[in-house]
């Protein structure tokens, strides 16, 4: 009998006691995988960091530093903060796009007859202008103008001429373009002043998509667990999608998944989910949020980061969502219209009087490879438990076994010896799985048993050779049930 020593040689002959330390066997439970965020936007010249570049960044004050206030990715980063302080955040900062800035133009009509407050709502937050007596539209304007112009995080600069403000997006790009404005949005409570209004329009679309292709670069194949990746067009979809896919295979194992959000009615929401396919994705899809698209997405990727570290398999529903701005009642999507949503690919999110929650977080995966209906990877749970499944094995194995021999069962391994064989193997994975069903992660041990198969490779007898088919736990998602009176 011999044992396998890592530091000590076989032959020493100067009298001494020599002791080795190794942590092979150190660990016994589960491995915790701390979770890494990423958001990608773009920034305005303001921004200290360097175009098509990552950077980890620590509070919302770090990413306007390196943003700039009021840009794309400066607003992401801080809906991201308003829903978790601890999860490890970088920014992927893009170069503006060729194109055009989306502008509208408020125009003011009357002159004001009594004293009042314009309510003008800006990505959903409220700017007051006072208007007094005897105020015209151009100096009605001219107070707005300087109002928007104080809000230094709201997404557009103001200038005003005659009576019009003109509002231009810090940002290029068709991503401003459904970034919301209205007045008097509380309209219980909230009116123009007596004998004044306001109309809001588009003068200018913008236009413009951001190229993605630098910031993959830059990502290489460092792993982020979640992402929110707000470019939607056709071109960028794609383009992240194949990246994420690439990052799932085994030989890259840096698997991430996507949120973000989509705004359009129900019919535009269904067409577009009927258009995807990804498991890599989920897409929440709203209509009246005056909150925008990218913070949205950014606010969901959040909850689900700092939700999916502590418990993968969890559900997400009702999760709270802070810093989100209810739509109006008549704006609300209703839970028909949600059901649709989600029988088409599109993720959800839901109001309890005036909160905003997760609904249910489902990916765009939709059909198999043969084009049938498959719901295997309709939840995100299921992405982010297989993945803490791999990483936790792979962890474990690595740490255990860094440096062990390999043998068929059966003769005799000496006790000491760094010797594998399958049968241990089976034993190991087993232990894990008692692991994982004690965390919830997975259910039915004597299945597992039945279905694993670990052998040597027939052709390479370096290499083991494992499948395991774990049962993942479920969630409870709907409980139903029938009341059959008596009378």
């Known amino acids: 009998m011999s044992i396998s020593f890592n530091e000590i040689p076989a ?21 915790l995988q701390p979770y890494v965020g990423l958001l990608i936007g773009q920034k305005i010249a303001a921004g200290s960091q360097t175009d098509d570049t990552i950077e980890l960044v620590t509070d919302e004050a770090d990413a306007k530093a390196k943003a700039g206030e009021g840009s794309i990715i400066h607003l992401m980063a801080k809906k991201w903060f308003e829903n978790n302080q601890f999860t490890t955040l970088s920014i992927g900062v893009l170069a503006e796009p060729a194109g055009a800035a989306n502008e509208r133009e408020i125009t003011i009509t009357g002159t004001a007859t009594a004293p009042g407050t314009m309510y003008f709502y800006l990505n959903g937050e409220l700017i007051q202008t006072a208007v007094a ?6 100096a009605i304007a001219a107070a707005m103008a300087i109002a928007i112009t104080a809000a230094t995080d709201v997404p557009y600069t103001a ?13 290029f790009g068709t991503l401003m ?6 007045f008097n949005y509380d309209t219980a409570n909230q009116d123009f002043p007596a004998s004044v209004s306001g109309a809001i329009a588009e003068s200018v679309a913008g236009s413009g998509v951001p190229e993605l292709d630098n910031i993959i670069t830059a990502m290489a194949d460092t792993k982020y667990n979640i992402m929110s990746m707000p470019y ?3 071109t960028s979809y794609n383009n992240f999608e194949q990246e994420l896919d690439r990052r799932y295979t085994a030989l890259v194992d840096s698997a991430g998944h996507n949120v973000t959000a989509k705004r359009g009615t129900v019919s535009e929401l269904v067409t577009f989910g009927g258009t995807q396919n990804s498991k890599h994705f989920s ?3 709203e209509f009246g949020v005056p909150t925008s698209m990218f913070e949205l997405g950014a606010a ?4 689900a980061a700092f939700n999916g570290e502590i418990d993968p398999a969890r559900p997400f529903q009702t999760l709270g969502l802070a810093g989100i701005v209810a739509p109006t009642s008549d704006d609300e999507f209703r839970a028909s219209e949600r059901e649709t949503l989600m029988n088409n690919g599109i993720a959800t999110i839901k109001f309890i009087v005036g909160d905003a929650q997760v609904n249910r977080m489902i990916t765009m995966y939709q059909v198999g490879a043969s084009g049938a209906e498959d719901t295997s990877y309709l939840d995100i749970q299921t992405l982010l438990t297989l993945d803490y499944l791999r990483y936790d094995f792979k962890t474990f194995w690595s740490n ?18 760094k010797i594998m064989t399958p049968a241990v193997a089976k034993t190991e994975l087993v232990n894990r799985f008692k692991l994982w069903e004690d965390q919830g992660l997975v259910e039915d041990i004597d299945q597992f048993k039945t279905d694993m198969v670990v052998l040597i490779n027939s052709k390479d007898r370096n290499r083991l050779d494992i499948l395991i088919v774990p049962n993942l736990i479920n969630q409870l998602r709907v409980t139903a049930m029938q009341i059959a009176f008596i009378i």
């Open 300 to 303: 969901n990727a959040a909850t």
């Open 283 to 285: 897409v929440i899809g």
């Open 177 to 182: 373009n459904t970034v919301d404005m209205r």
């Open 11 to 31: 032959n020493l002959r100067n009298p001494q006691t020599i002791i080795e330390i190794s942590n092979e066997r150190a660990s016994s439970g589960l491995t």
């Open 232 to 234: 939607l067009d056709i």
């Open 400 to 417: 255990r076994y860094p440096r062990h021999k390999l043998k068929d069962d059966g003769g005799v391994v000496a006790p000491g010896q």
């Open 133 to 138: 007596v005897d105020d015209d539209p151009t």
């Open 159 to 171: 200038a005003a001429a005659l009576g019009v403000v003109t509002l231009i997006a810090k940002n």
